[in-house]
């Protein structure tokens, strides 16, 4: 099996830290390729980070999705999940809805991420995939992801604190959501009063069950005339 791993900011340092948490999760079980943004916010926190962030992962499905059995949109938040998809050939898995859905079989869970301006934007997300009666609580704290992944010692307290927060609110579980904060559930465990999920963790798990098991692609839109994208993502839009 073949994983494309899309990492859709263009921190090069949160890809790999990422990809290596992966590989070690997916244990030989599948080869990896992981890519990061071509453009755009080095961490998403904002709307605007995040719209870009999108169109950047089009950009890096139409450049090296030809040759994949899934991908794994390694980002919470799943920017683009949506129009990837339409566009995609083989399954797309985004982090945040792997997540969500893992946690949502186990009753009410909150949410704990890096950055303010998430909080809103998780909220809708959460609905779009119909689980917001399952959402006891969104925790954001000041440090982005970027940030965490930077200095993940001096973000565990503050984390913790979070966690409980979620769990005080009705959270059967807990997810530590970003792409900063690989292998951190594990490290907090002892501190939490719940469960946590590594978001991380849960796409891989969503990732290597989809490409095992691929469900039939999305219809494709009608295809389209463009200016200005990248000849790779120009043809993919014209494709029949």
Request: charged share 20%; hydrophobic share 50%; with cysteine.
């Amino acid at each position: 099996m073949r994983i494309l791993l899309i990492n859709p900011n263009t921190s090069q340092a949160v890809t790999d830290l990422v990809a290596d948490h992966v590989r070690r999760q997916i244990d030989g079980r599948a080869d990896l390729r992981a890519v990061t943004g071509r453009f755009g916010a080095r961490y998403i926190a904002s709307r605007a980070a995040s719209a870009i962030a999108g169109h950047a992962a089009l950009d890096a499905l139409a450049e090296h999705g030809d040759a994949c059995d899934a991908v794994y949109l390694a980002c919470f938040g799943d920017p683009g999940l949506f129009a990837l998809r339409e566009l995609s050939a083989v399954p797309v898995v985004g982090m945040a809805e792997a997540a969500c859905r893992e946690a949502a079989a186990s009753g009410a869970f909150g949410i704990v991420t890096g950055g303010t301006a998430w909080d809103p934007m998780l909220r809708e997300f959460v609905a779009t995939l119909g689980l917001s009666d399952k959402l006891a609580a969104i925790a954001t704290v000041a440090p982005t992801g970027g940030d965490i992944a930077r200095d993940p010692d001096g973000a565990l307290g503050i984390l913790a604190h979070a966690c409980r927060d979620c769990h005080a609110a009705g959270a059967n579980t807990v997810i530590l959501g970003g792409a900063g904060l690989a292998g951190l559930a594990r490290r907090l465990e002892p501190q939490a009063p719940c469960p946590l999920i590594c978001s991380v963790e849960a796409g891989t798990r969503a990732v290597l069950a989809a490409a095992m098991a691929p469900a039939a692609p999305a219809a494709r839109p009608m295809p389209m005339e463009s200016l200005g994208l990248t000849p790779a993502l120009s043809r993919r839009l014209a494709a029949p």
